[in-house]
């Protein structure tokens, strides 16, 4: 699997991930001062409301801004044969003869892309999954908790 491409189409993603947030927040800041939205009573809270989302949807706009620039600095290299899982690796897990595909990534878990007709989820070392695949190898098997089955690492590239 090509990683450069792979972390370009995390690029992407998040990039149309962070248009998104900034037009919410665009919005939901002018709801907030809209005339229409000016408190009538004590109880009355919408543009107070407003105002709380609007910030919210600015912080995740700032948290996608610092996750692309991450990604736009990391630099991906292919892993040896027996090399232990760490950032930047491309791991296939075989669960009940379930194929699934990650990517660990240094920030953004949980971002999806599709690359060679594969479905490709980002996952920190942070995560469950991640921290169970620290410094495993192909052919180790992990358990996450509350599972009942392995996960079978088929490949680490």
Same mark, same amino acid.
Request: glycine residues 8%.
């Given at each position: ?6 972390? $370009? ?12 947030? %900034? ?6 800041? =002018? ?10 009573? $004590?109880?009355? !809270? ?5 105002? %709380?989302? +609007?910030?919210?949807?600015?912080? #995740?706009?700032?948290?996608?801004? =610092?996750?692309?620039?991450? %990604? ?5 290299? =292919?892993? +040896? ?7 930047? +690796?491309?791991?296939?897990?075989? #669960?009940?003869?379930?194929?699934? !595909? ?14 060679? $007709? ?10 469950? /999954?991640?921290?169970? /695949?620290?410094? $495993? ?11 009942? !089955? ?8």
């Amino acid at each position: 699997m090509n990683k450069r491409l792979l972390v $370009k189409k995390i690029i992407e993603r998040l990039t149309s991930e962070l248009a998104v947030y %900034y037009r919410a927040a665009q919005f939901s800041r =002018a709801e907030a001062t809209h005339e229409q939205n000016k408190a009538e009573s $004590k109880y009355d !809270t919408r543009g107070l409301e407003a105002s %709380y989302l +609007a910030r919210g949807q600015s912080k #995740q706009a700032a948290e996608l801004e =610092a996750a692309i620039e991450t %990604y736009r600095e990391f630099e991906v290299r =292919a892993f +040896a044969a027996g090399e232990g899982i760490h950032k930047g +690796a491309v791991v296939e897990l075989e #669960q009940d003869r379930e194929m699934n !595909t990650y990517f660990i990534g240094p920030c953004a878990g949980g971002t999806e892309v599709v690359q060679d $007709k594969r479905e490709v989820l980002v996952i920190t070392l942070q995560s469950p /999954l991640g921290e169970q /695949l620290k410094g $495993k190898k192909a052919g180790d098997r992990v358990r996450l908790p509350g599972h009942k !089955t392995d996960y079978r690492i088929v490949t680490v590239t």
